[in-house]
């Protein structure tokens, strides 16, 4: 996904977004989706994000192409997975 490097080298580093940030990005992430992987005239992208989706959120199992709720609710469980198993810190995105 798109994001700034800045942000990403010095404040984020290898933290997780937050529960409310995600929940927050929800429409610009779909939005985001929509416009690099649901293009009408390519069929080869949306089947990429399935699969690549599938293969990085377990649990994820059904998804169809146009699906963006399965995967966001997904992206929270993996979330909350690794913010539990592995405790690794959150970061909330401040304006």
Not at 34 to 59: I, M, N, Q, T, W
Not at 60 to 84: I, K, N, W
Request: glycine share 6%; charged share 25%; with cysteine.
């Amino acid at each position: 996904m798109p994001s700034h490097q800045h942000v990403n080298q010095h404040s984020k580093r290898e933290r997780l977004l937050s529960a409310e940030a995600l929940h927050q990005a929800g429409p610009a992430i779909a939005d985001w989706r929509a416009a690099a992987y649901l293009r009408p005239e390519d069929h080869v992208l949306p089947l990429r994000f399935a699969l690549e989706a599938r293969a990085s959120l377990p649990g994820l199992t059904s998804f169809e192409t146009g699906c963006t709720g399965e995967v966001q609710v997904a992206m929270a469980l993996q979330r909350a997975r690794l913010r539990q198993d592995r405790g690794v810190q959150e970061w909330t995105w401040r304006a």
